[in-house]
């Protein structure tokens, strides 16, 4: 039994912290004393610690009892405490989704005898995991994930609702999107290249460019074309533009009967409560991983997975938090049983890359019935 802490008690950092707690002593904590009451009251065998991470001393002061520490802070946090965490020679799990490089602290992880896997959710995340392992497989030539997580029930305007924080939304509508054509980094606006795609039991669902590639642009070389695209209900993106082309999401402020502030901190108070998703609402997560290459023989062969998960009632945890939340917990019981070892940053394609790993995680999501379902052509 080892002791971890979590760092982040929202809805995703609070279903890691329970789920780890049927192995581990686990502390979760959070600048939210109300954050803290909910998670306990949903699981009295969690202890909680109220931290502020951007207090630097005090956070590695706290982190020195643990054995692991799990970063689920919202992305702009994450870097910096991701940096403070491998500064503290805590072994760390994180899934923020932070715009900065993470390899960036690659060579500080290394120096401090650190092992730090990152990016370790659904998409990125899981989705990186299985072309981990199949890049080792096969010759791949092709990478397409189409990932997105929608609410069961739709709402006029935006058909939208979310698990986490709207700036971390608005993060993923504004941040660049980079993907890979033809062996070369194209990037482009995110939001772009709108498609139309078609999924078993939800119907079609739209698809734009966004940037979840992030470590894979650098890692995966040998893969002449990648992308990752954002999934949605028809009509979110055309709502989402005009707020973003109407100046809705600048940072630059405004003076407003003397008072000043960014029309992205008006917005994000505003679409906290249109997109706040409800404790016990039902929403979905659908992904569909797609690898194109060739087998030793040279034969060509594609390989999909399917993702289709929902709600669970049972324990009144969203899909989101499942299928993100139980990916980084079973990172975390593999790296606590010693099935990797290795020191320094690593995205999830080089902990997928170890078949052992890749097999240890399917089973870990499958005990938990988050299914990817697969499909050989």
């Known amino acids: ?49 109220k931290l502020d991470v951007t207090d630097k001393k005090n956070l590695q002061k706290a982190l020195h009892p643990f ?28 899934i923020s989704f932070f715009p900065e490089n993470s390899l960036e602290l690659d060579a500080l992880a290394k120096q401090n005898q650190v092992t730090a896997i990152v990016d370790c959710g659904v998409a990125p995340g899981m989705g990186n995991i299985i072309l981990g392992y199949y890049n080792e497989q096969l010759n791949l030539s092709d990478f397409e994930c189409l990932v997105g997580g929608l609410p069961e029930v739709k709402k006029w305007p935006f058909n939208y609702k979310a698990p986490f924080s709207p700036v971390d939304v608005i993060e993923e509508y504004t941040r660049p999107a980079r993907y890979v054509e033809n062996g070369h980094i194209v990037i482009k606006p995110a939001l772009s290249d709108v498609e139309h795609v078609d999924f078993e039991g939800v119907g079609t669902l739209e698809s734009f460019n966004s940037d979840g590639l992030r470590s894979l642009v650098y890692t995966m070389p040998n893969i002449k074309n990648m992308k990752e695209k954002t999934l949605r209900y028809p009509s979110h993106i055309e709502y989402i533009n005009v707020l973003k082309a109407s100046g809705f999401f600048s940072e630059k402020k405004l003076k407003i009967e003397g008072i ?20 016990t609402e039902k929403e979905l997560t659908v992904m569909r991983i797609t690898l194109k290459g060739a087998d030793k023989a040279g034969k060509a062969k594609t390989v999909i997975y399917h993702l289709h998960d929902v709600y669970c009632e049972k324990t009144q945890t969203s899909s989101m938090a499942r299928t993100t939340g139980y990916t980084a917990t079973a990172v975390a019981n593999l790296f606590l049983e010693g099935l990797f070892a290795e020191k320094g940053v690593f995205p999830p394609e080089f902990i ?6 890749f097999e240890y995680v399917l089973a870990y999501l499958k005990e938990r019935n988050v299914i990817y379902r697969k499909e050989v052509l």
């Open 67 to 94: 054995d692991l520490v799990v970063c689920a802070v919202p992305g702009f946090l994450g870097f910096n405490t991701l940096k403070s965490i491998i500064e503290a020679k805590k072994n760390v799990i994180d």
């Open 260 to 279: 000043e502030i960014s029309p992205l901190e008006f917005s994000s108070k505003i679409l906290f409560n249109e997109w706040k998703l409800g404790a």
């Open 352 to 357: 997928g890359k170890h078949k052992g790993c």
């Open 1 to 49: 039994m080892s002791n971890i802490i979590v760092l982040g008690a929202g809805m995703v950092g609070r279903t890691m912290a329970i789920d780890l707690t049927k192995k581990h002593r686990v502390t979760l904590s959070d600048f939210s004393e109300n954050a803290l009451q909910e998670s306990k009251q949903k699981c009295q065998t969690l202890n909680t610690l």
